[in-house]
């Protein structure tokens, strides 16, 4: 089943069941690890559902945002929110919002897509232990 998107007055065909299976599966191991998720996000709207990287960034992050705060409910839920971090990391967050699409717009999606590579091969050294 695909489902055509409209943005910016380009059409893109999205397989919506590898959408809506992968997202899922996403947001089970992100809420296990206790992470938002955008590192494995990104690629698989990018990758595997072939979308620009200027519409997979402000779709991740939406999608994301509902994720993260279902986990923080429930980790709050169990104690393991600490309201303090919370308080010091949120305004950089907000701000890290406003000012990243702007950087984005004005570099390659070559470039964006680089830059997310990167980032997802440190988390991946971090969580093997690595560093």
Do not use: C
Request: aromatic content about 14%; charged content about 5%; cysteine-free.
């Amino acid at each position: 089943m695909y489902m055509e998107v409209e943005f910016w007055g380009q059409t893109f065909k999205v397989n919506m069941i590898i959408g809506l299976i992968g997202s899922f599966l996403l947001a089970i191991v992100a809420s296990m690890m206790g992470f938002g998720g955008g590192p494995f996000m990104m690629p698989l709207m990018s990758v595997v559902l072939g979308l620009p990287m200027y519409l997979v960034v402000g779709s991740s992050l939406l999608a994301i945002f509902f994720n993260t705060a279902m986990s923080s409910m429930r980790h709050y839920q169990f104690g393991n929110f600490d309201l303090t971090f919370f308080l010091m990391m949120f305004p950089a967050a907000i701000l890290g919002g406003f000012i990243a699409p702007q950087i984005a717009k004005r570099i390659s999606p070559l470039t964006v897509k680089r830059v997310a590579v990167v980032g997802l091969l440190l988390l991946a050294l971090n969580l093997f232990g690595v560093y």
